[in-house]
């Protein structure tokens, strides 16, 4: 049986229907690679050029929403609600920043700029309104993570003396603003790469002590950790690759079901894949990139590829099995699934 129909199958009977993609219009050409899918109506995004995007409609419209005059790429954002967003660019020093609106996007403040010339935000993350993550490349061989507690008020970076020491030249990718994974109100997990091994960080209160574990995925330069999710405190997948090389499927996927102590290497991703994500209360996981995507439905333990034009990132509404994905060019797509039909016995 072709592969894309056994997938579309094993979906069908799962009772989640067809999966399909609806392109949308954007209306800008920059490359976007922040997405936040609040409801089935509301969604924003973010990507170069200092573009924040939202729509209230389903994705019929983008509204383009003036953060600042400054030229910044904003990788990531994260919004809680239809009027409260918090969006970061990257780059070196002062470039890296945080910004949120609470009027849904009408107006924005600068919540923080980097005054260290070293570091390089990546992606950031939210328990709840008030409390927040970031992750930032390895600064003089210590992790540049900051959290909140406040809503953004203040952003504290969190103490060396708490966390394991960092690899040589190890961060985390500005691909997706999936790098970090969170579950209840205090468990986290950052996926790391560029360092000589591709490591997950995990914290259990918030950001106030750590762990570390190596994974057997791919290490370097341009590789190791793309994306990090979680369906529960026990069971993980990571995803990644190399992303010079967008078709090798080598070493680019595993899993966990410990929590993140232990990762066990998998095969059956179709190359290098940006963001991975669980469908709600269930083990279907779905794994994007630039080239195409594919989709399990054992926790990560087997893959099927899955028809997708290529997108950097992927974000699902909570609880329901639909969300946004975007791309390059300004792509936008809706990811719905068809209803399957009912009996009327």
């Known amino acids: 049986m072709n592969p894309l129909l056994s997938v579309t199958l094993i979906l069908v009977l799962l009772g989640f229907g067809t999966p399909h993609w609806i392109v949308q219009s954007s209306g800008v050409t920059g490359r976007l690679r922040g997405v936040s899918a609040v409801s089935e109506r509301v969604a924003w995004a973010s990507g170069a ?8 409609d389903g994705g019929e419209t983008w509204e383009q929403l003036t953060v600042t005059s400054d030229q910044l790429d904003f990788r990531d954002i994260d919004a809680i609600d239809a009027q409260t967003a918090y969006v970061l660019s990257i780059g070196n020093g002062p470039a890296s920043r945080i910004y949120k609106t609470t009027d849904g996007g009408a107006t924005w403040r600068l919540q ?8 390089f935000f990546d992606a950031m993350s939210f328990w709840d309104v008030d409390h927040g993550i970031v992750i930032g490349d390895s600064i003089d061989g210590r992790f540049c993570i900051l959290t909140t507690e406040d809503g953004g008020q203040l952003w504290q970076r969190v103490p060396a003396s708490v966390l394991p020491p960092a690899l040589e030249n190890e961060g985390a990718f500005a691909a997706s603003g999936t790098n970090i994974a969170l579950n209840g109100k205090s468990e986290a997990w950052i996926a790391t790469g560029a360092g000589s091994r591709a490591r997950v960080l995990r914290t259990q209160d918030r950001g106030r002590s750590w762990k570390i574990a190596d994974t057997p995925l791919g ?32 070493r680019n996927v595993a899993i966990t079901s410990d929590g993140g102590v232990t990762w066990i290497p998998v095969t059956g991703l179709s190359g290098y894949r940006s963001v991975v994500a669980f469908l709600p209360d269930s083990q279907r996981v779905i794994a994007v990139g630039p080239s195409g995507a594919d989709y399990s439905n054992d926790d990560g333990h087997t893959w099927t590829p899955l028809e997708a034009p290529g997108f950097d990132t992927l974000n699902l509404v909570r609880g329901k099995a639909m969300g946004w994905a975007a791309g390059a060019e300004g792509r936008v797509a809706k990811l719905v ?7 009327k016995d």
């Open 49 to 56: 050029g200092s573009t924040v995007l939202r729509t209230t």
């Open 112 to 119: 923080f700029k980097s005054d260290d010339a070293k570091a």
């Open 337 to 343: 699934f068809d209803e399957v039909p009912r009996s």
């Open 219 to 250: 290490a370097g330069p341009s590789a190791g950790i793309f994306s990090i999710a979680f369906r529960d405190a026990r069971h993980g997948v990571i995803v990644g690759g190399d992303y010079t090389r967008e078709k090798a499927a080598v």
